[in-house]
């Protein structure tokens, strides 16, 4: 197993869990938070290269989130996880006060990327190793054991 540095935040166990899981499978470490604070406690000790981010929990939010790690002199890469079927609208509907290409500037200029829940595994798969910047290794058997 590598260091654990990838940071999942999210209000649902049920999803942490999953998410641990498939990482373990990747041969990957994680540490997993159901409070936004608390994940930001840790979060802002750095030394984390991947955070998968709810965006919708109790303060902070993912979006809250992703404002505070922003502001961080080495921000991870950050993929936000949502239960609505178009992540970017709901964003745009918790954004109020700003303009529509601001609000999506700020989001896709800062996040590897973006998925609805329930998601695709292979998708998560892939956003994670895009992420991480680590190799494909689905056609390798062995690492599929």
Do not use: C
Request: net charge negative; charged share 30%; hydrophobic share 40%.
């Amino acid at each position: 197993m590598t260091p654990a540095t990838i940071v999942l935040v999210d209000d649902d166990r049920g999803v942490l869990t999953l998410q641990q899981s498939v990482l373990g499978d990747m041969g990957l470490a994680s540490e997993a938070y159901t409070s936004g604070e608390d994940a930001w406690q840790r979060l802002r000790r750095g030394n984390v290269k991947l955070a998968i981010v709810d965006l919708e929990m109790p303060e902070p939010d993912g979006l809250e989130l992703l404002r505070r790690l922003r502001d961080q002199p080495d921000p991870p890469a950050v993929i936000i996880l949502s239960a609505h079927a178009d992540p970017l609208r709901d964003a745009r509907r918790r954004l109020s006060g700003g303009s529509e290409t601001r609000i999506l500037k700020e989001i896709t200029e800062s996040v590897a990327g973006i998925l609805s829940k329930p998601f695709n595994i292979a998708a998560y798969r892939v956003l994670i190793r895009e992420a991480l910047h680590l190799p494909d290794t689905s056609a390798d058997p062995a690492a599929n054991r």
